[in-house]
Nanobody, 131 residues
């Protein structure tokens, strides 16, 4: 079964950096849509970064130029690690960050479609940025 396990969250001062990791297993990820989303209590979950099966990446405007999404070399197509490198962090980046994936749908996996294309979620990892 699909399993997504995030790690790497924590507390950091504004201007600092963090790298989140997501160990994905239990499915063939060769053509999955994958991405990172975040949620603040009382608000909707929002897409942060998306990566399509061909490694094309897109970002929310609020993180463009500061965050980088990437996939590590897969041991096999049933295991892959997804990363989110976050730099120049701001207090408004404080949120629970979720890794998510979904099987290929024929639609472009980008930041605009991400929420509608993913149906597997990790448990989340908290990122707190203090001013």
């Amino acid at each position: 079964q699909v399993q997504l396990v995030e790690s790497g969250g924590g507390s950091v001062q504004a201007g600092g950096s963090l790298t989140l990791s997501c160990a994905a297993s239990g499915s063939s990820y060769t053509r999955h849509c994958m991405g990172w989303l975040r949620q603040v209590p009382g608000e909707e979950r929002e897409g942060v970064a998306a990566i399509d099966w061909d490694n094309t990446t897109t970002y929310a405007d609020s993180v463009q130029g500061r965050f980088t999404i990437s996939k590590g070399n897969a041991e096999d197509d049933q295991k892959v690690t997804l990363y989110l490198q976050m730099t120049s962090l701001k207090p408004e980046d404080t949120a629970m960050y979720y890794c998510a994936s979904g099987p290929w749908s024929g639609r472009r996996c980008d930041i605009r479609n991400l929420k509608s294309l993913v149906n597997y979620w990790g448990q989340g990892t908290q990122v707190t940025v203090s001013s």
